[in-house]
């Protein structure tokens, strides 16, 4: 129902399962706690976030108890905590939690995962959210790294991280030089992948590279005046 966007028909799935994982076999449960932590995220697309935070802090506590500090579930739902409050934008919050599962994820997992470079992705839009470009895209690029690392560099989601990476420089930074260049590498990875021309996401690289390019164009005349 999620992938369908009946968000609220899959609430009632998620609370439905809920109370089932609590009749049957308790509230300490490391199911229930599974059970919560859908039920959080649900919550959150909603943007009944103090009820989210409700959910995740209860599913963390129970995985704690049952699966240890370390474990990576517990760092998940640790990171969606930190991502009701980036949501709320409480980035400081946000940028305490993240550090805690980074510090979590590179201790049980090491420093190339995939889940490290998500929360690297989740610092540099915490730094975003608080106008601190700089920081914003030292933990993009960190992100980018990891994400090579972890699945190779012509990954699509290394492609869609490029994207994303390109939109940053011209629309935040307005460094439309290392737009160009983060667009272009995303290009060369869409057709790595044989996405179609027709395909949305190599449409619209296609046009925010040309617009970075004018941009660029125009910020150099500038710059010789």
């Known amino acids: 129902y999620e992938k ?9 799935c998620f609370e439905e399962a809920l109370d089932i994982y609590r009749s049957r076999l308790g509230d300490d449960h490391t199911d229930t706690a599974v059970s919560l932590n859908n039920v959080g995220q649900v919550q959150s697309q909603l943007g009944d976030y103090d009820s989210a935070l409700a959910s995740y802090s209860e599913a ?12 990576r579930n517990v ?41 490290v470079a998500v929360t690297l992705d989740s610092v540099a839009s915490a730094y975003e959210g608080q106008g601190r470009y700089d ?16 699945l190779g560099r ?17 629309n935040r930074d307005r460094n439309y030089s290392e737009a160009v260049r983060r667009f272009d590498e995303a290009k060369s990875v869409y057709d790595a992948n ?13 046009s925010k590279l040309d617009l970075a390019l004018k941009l660029d164009a125009e910020a150099r005349v500038a710059v010789d005046f």
Request: a positive charge; glycine letters at 8%.
């Open 194 to 206: 044989s996405l179609d021309k027709n395909d949305q996401r190599v449409v619209d690289v296609l």
């Open 60 to 71: 963390m506590r129970v995985m704690k108890k049952n699966l240890g500090e370390e474990h």
């Open 75 to 115: 760092a998940a739902t640790m990171h969606n905590i930190g991502m009701v409050y980036s949501a709320l934008g409480q980035y400081s919050d946000a940028l305490k939690i993240y550090r805690a599962v980074l510090n979590s994820q590179r201790a049980s997992l090491g420093d190339a995962h995939f889940d």
């Open 154 to 170: 012509e990954h699509l989601f290394v492609g869609l991280t490029l994207d994303r990476l390109g939109s940053f420089h011209m």
């Open 135 to 150: 920081k914003a895209a030292k933990f993009y690029g960190k992100a980018l790294r990891v994400r090579r690392a972890a």
């Open 4 to 12: 369908t966007g009946d968000i609220q028909l899959s609430m009632k």
